[in-house]
Every structure is written in structure tokens, then in C-alpha cells.
Antibody, heavy 122, light 110 residues
Framework: VQLVQSGVEVKTPGASVKVSCMASGYTFNPLLGICWVRQAPGQGLEWLGWSSGDNTKTYRAQSVQGRATLTTDTSTNTAYMELTSLTSDDTAVYFC???????????????WGQGTLVTVSS | QSVLTQPPSVSAAPGQKVSISCSGSTSNIGNNHVTWYRQLPGTVPKLLIYENDKRPSDIPDRFSGSKSGTSATLVITGLQTGDEADYYCGTWDTSLSAGVFGTGTKVTVL
């Protein structure tokens, strides 16, 4: 299993960013999707959301509700996270992770991407 | 502001044992599985424990996890210098319908 993320992003406040996560070594399915976790400089891990492997279901943390769009392209086994209205508080390393979720809950990522640094600065 | 509380740091000498606690509530740990991750400086988090007490095949049995009520514990025995890292617990929060991580614990090998 391998998850490969897109490269470093530098954005100005108010802009949007779209990070990709290409998965290989396993087959996407409805319950085995991709989650997104971020880590601000010197801080802990923050779970942001999850999109199902068939792109029919998502979960999102309240901290990014209304600003984060999580999608899955099943034809390319690639997941995307788009975050809008960026502020300096969104400066962080963004990780994708493979995560199993059933109808009631998710079970934590088991494999992780290498991380994408997103810097928001004027 | 994380809903799962961990001690900021723990330390012990090489070969000794450390325990890391993760305290939550009935909406998270009390009714969901707990995972544990290790993050070496500047690297990607790595899964250590899943479903409260299960180890992936590449994780040595020096690492063990347990859960009781609304708390979970990670125990590392035979501490090695390579174990110096940040450790995070994680679980699902049913009230939030979201995943949550603990505040993180830095392990120092004296």
C-alpha cells in the first residue's frame, strides 16, 4: 500500500488549495476510503475528514465544515481535499491516510501519505 | 482543543517501561476502538496499535495497548533510544461524527 501526495503549496489568505493523494497497492471500495489529517507547526494531529472509496459518503470535522471538499476519483484511485478561504491558521502539513469506516464510525488511518506542506502567507 | 487528553511527556531509562494514558469520554473512547501512533521527529505517523490492543505484523510485542471504560493506555517495555518520539492516541467521536486525536505525548529516553 502506498499513498503519494502532491507537492508543497504556498497560498495567500483567502485563496483555496487542492491537495491530491494517489493510492496504489489496494482497491478502493465503499468502506475503505481516504482521510485527511493536518499538523500545524509544532502542534499535534487534527483529523479533518474522510471520503469513501466510491465517492458517495463523507465525514468532515467541524473545524473545516463548509470550507473543505473531499472527493475520490475512482478511475485513478486518487483522493482530493480542497480547502477554501485560507487563513494563516491553515498553515500545516496535510497528510492523507487510508481509513476504514462503516455506517457508524471510522477506525483510524493505517497507511499514511508523505505529507504536503501548505503555507498561507501574505 | 482535543477531546482526548494525554500527558505532555513521559521518560524512562533504556530497558525500562513507560505507560501513556489517553483519557476521553463515553462519546469517544467509551464506545469506539482506540488506535495509537508513533511519530518520529520530522516523519509521518506510524500505526502502532489498532482496535485497542492489536498490533500490525511489523510492530514488536514491546508495544501493547489496552482500554478500560473511557481511558486507554499504551505501554512500551524494553525502552530503546529509537523510541524517542511523539505518541498519539486516536478514536472516533460519535457525538461529533468525526475522528479525534489525543494531545500527544513526548517520550524521552534518559
Amino acid at each position: 500500500v502506498q499513498l503519494v501526495q502532491s507537492g508543497v503549496e504556498v497560498k495567500t489568505p483567502g485563496a483555496s488549495v487542492k491537495v491530491s493523494c494517489m493510492a496504489s497497492g489496494y482497491t478502493f471500495n465503499p468502506l475503505l476510503g481516504i482521510c485527511w489529517v493536518r499538523q500545524a507547526p509544532g502542534q499535534g494531529l487534527e483529523w479533518l475528514g474522510w471520503s469513501s472509496g466510491d465517492n458517495t459518503k463523507t465525514y468532515r470535522a467541524q473545524s473545516v465544515q463548509g470550507r473543505a471538499t473531499l472527493t475520490t476519483d475512482t478511475s485513478t484511485n486518487t483522493a482530493y481535499m480542497e480547502l477554501t478561504s485560507l487563513t494563516s491558521d491553515d498553515t500545516a502539513v496535510y497528510f492523507c491516510g487510508r481509513e476504514f469506516c462503516d455506517a457508524a464510525r471510522c477506525f483510524g488511518p493505517d497507511y499514511w501519505g508523505q505529507g504536503t506542506l501548505v503555507t498561507v502567507s501574505s | 482543543q482535543s477531546v482526548l487528553t494525554q500527558p505532555p511527556s513521559v521518560s524512562a531509562a533504556p530497558g525500562q517501561k513507560v505507560s501513556i494514558s489517553c483519557s476521553g469520554s463515553t462519546s469517544n473512547i467509551g464506545n469506539n476502538h482506540v488506535t495509537w501512533y508513533r511519530q518520529l521527529p520530522g516523519t509521518v505517523p506510524k500505526l502502532l496499535i489498532y482496535e485497542n490492543d492489536k498490533r500490525p505484523s511489523d510492530i514488536p510485542d514491546r508495544f501493547s495497548g489496552s482500554k478500560s471504560g473511557t481511558s486507554a493506555t499504551l505501554v512500551i517495555t524494553g525502552l530503546q533510544t529509537g523510541d524517542e518520539a511523539d505518541y498519539y492516541c486516536g478514536t472516533w467521536d460519535t457525538s461529533l461524527s468525526a475522528g479525534v486525536f489525543g494531545t500527544g505525548t513526548k517520550v524521552t529516553v534518559l
